[in-house]
């Protein structure tokens, strides 16, 4: 059972450049979720989906886009990368909002 | 958006000490999680509190929903150094929203 699988786990950018940050997950869920985590700090959520087809954007959705046409498929678009988007980003999957969320191992940004 | 804070942010101390981590929102929460997360990997949920004023145990760790569902607080007995890590709290929110919003974490360094 592979859970909640990330790609890349690491990637450098130039400013102004963009890139898809891949999420799939094997566990039917529902509920799927894009998280970024910055160097000794909390995780703050970009965009998140209640189900195939809907998206809704969360407390920092800026700069970013996502979409969800399959159940087990969240990808996170960066449209036109920016230093202030180095960060750790970090895929989540549950049944849904207030179940048990599966943590992918994260991809590491660095926007130069 | 709903703020959590968690507090203290930075907590050292020596193996076999007690300790309490708050987390406190403003708003209403319709469950609240509790996670550790260790350095380069995801969070991974130690619980789940739903009931205001409900009380779980965790081994010797002591999960508390407030009976307003607006905060929570962790105590964990006789540290010890396996317990070293970044705890966050995670409120739901209720409602048509669906999101699930972090805390800004308690970095714990438990010495031996």
């Known amino acids: 059972n592979a859970g909640v699988t990330q790609t890349p786990k690491f990637q450098v950018l130039k400013t102004g450049q963009s890139m898809t940050l891949q999420c799939a997950q094997d566990m039917n869920h529902e509920y799927m979720s894009w998280y970024r985590q910055d160097p000794g700090m909390g995780l703050r959520l970009i965009h998140y989906?209640?189900?195939?087809?809907?998206?809704d954007q969360g407390e920092v959705p800026n700069g970013y886009n996502v979409s969800r046409s399959t159940t087990e498929d969240f990808p996170l678009r960066l449209l036109s990368a920016a230093p202030s988007q180095t960060s750790v980003y970090f895929c989540?999957?549950?049944?849904?909002?207030?179940?048990?969320?599966?943590f992918g191992d994260g991809t590491r940004l660095s926007i130069l | 958006t709903q703020l959590l804070e968690q507090s203290p942010q930075f907590l050292s101390i020596q193996e076999g000490e007690n300790l309490t981590v708050y987390c406190n929102s403003s708003?209403?929460?319709?469950?609240l999680q509790w996670y550790r997360q260790e350095p380069g990997e995801g969070p991974v949920l130690l619980v789940t509190?739903?009931?205001?004023?409900e009380v779980k145990k965790l081994k010797r760790l002591t999960f508390q929903f407030g009976d307003a569902r607006k905060d929570s607080s962790l105590h964990i007995t006789a540290a010890q150094p396996g317990d070293t890590g970044l705890y966050l709290c995670a409120g739901a929110e209720g409602g048509a929203t669906n999101k699930l919003i972090f805390g800004t974490g308690t970095l714990l360094a438990v010495q031996p």
């Open positions: 708003s209403v929460f319709s469950s």
């Open positions: 989540a999957s549950a049944l849904r909002v207030n179940q048990p969320q599966h």
């Open positions: 989906s209640v189900g195939a087809g809907i998206t």
């Open positions: 509190v739903v009931t205001g004023g």
